[in-house]
């Protein structure tokens, strides 16, 4: 079953421009993780942010959690070409499974 | 050492073989999962392991039989599978289960059946 949902689906943008990514979820849970998949390989975990979170920096990163609405957004700053790949929110729910929405396929035009 | 390691890294059967996916994790990680992603979708949670017992199944077909031999690794056994069951296999390994942390992946075994 699918915990999570992403949108945009895909999305285009310039060299050095934002990309913020958004995520919504169904059941409680423990925390909110973001991966980034290059094409065919394995995921790369970027940040998580814990239930009791609302906001979280890591680099270029900025995740935010909303539990009331059960939402979750990316931004991924000053955007380079090397960002380019797809992009998963995982829901780990208190049944300890991480469960993955359906992902945002980020393209970066240099 | 944080790598999962996944071997092969391509395989093709029959729908009459017998093969074995096998990975391999050495950051001393209790909780172990298999994963199963098709193309253009998000990774499915299969199995986990968690100190070596199973201890989620996501009503996976039989012909899917997991195996955990010790806590460094975990192998899935395949046999009799279908056509649709080629996709590309995520072997993941975290601290512990329950509130853990990050998953780490390793890069996958491609699996294609014909």
């Known amino acids: 079953s699918q915990q999570g949902e992403e949108d945009p689906q895909a999305l285009s943008i310039q060299e050095g421009e934002n990309a913020t990514m958004n995520c919504s979820y169904k059941?409680?849970?423990?925390?909110l993780q973001w991966y980034r998949q290059n094409s065919g390989r394995g995921l790369v975990h970027l940040i998580l942010?814990?239930?009791?979170?609302r906001e979280k920096h890591s680099g270029r990163l900025r995740v935010t959690l909303d539990t009331s609405k059960k939402s979750s957004s990316l931004l991924i700053t000053a955007s380079r070409a090397a960002d380019t790949a797809s992009y998963f929110c995982?829901?780990?729910?208190?049944?300890?499974?991480?469960?993955f929405g359906p992902g945002t396929s980020l393209s970066v035009i240099p | 050492d944080t790598e999962v390691t996944q071997t092969p890294k391509h395989l093709v059967m029959g729908m009459t073989n017998k093969k074995s996916l096998k990975c391999e994790q050495h950051?001393?990680?209790?909780?172990m999962y298999w994963y199963k992603q098709k193309a253009k979708k998000p990774p499915e949670l299969m199995f986990v392991?968690?100190?070596?017992?199973?201890?989620i199944n996501e009503s996976v077909p039989s012909r899917f039989s997991p195996e955990c031999p010790n806590s460094s690794l975990l192998n899935l056994h395949l046999h009799a599978l279908q056509p649709e069951d080629s996709a590309l296999y995520l072997c993941?390994?975290?601290?512990?289960?329950?509130?853990?942390?990050?998953?780490?992946f390793g890069e996958g075994s491609r699996l294609t059946v014909l």
């Open positions: 993941a390994s975290s601290l512990v289960t329950g509130s853990t942390g990050e998953l780490f």
């Open positions: 950051m001393g990680h209790r909780a």
């Open positions: 942010i814990r239930s009791n979170e």
């Open positions: 995982a829901a780990e729910t208190s049944y300890d499974k991480v469960i």
């Open positions: 059941t409680s849970i423990n925390n």
């Open positions: 392991y968690s100190y070596e017992k199973l201890s």
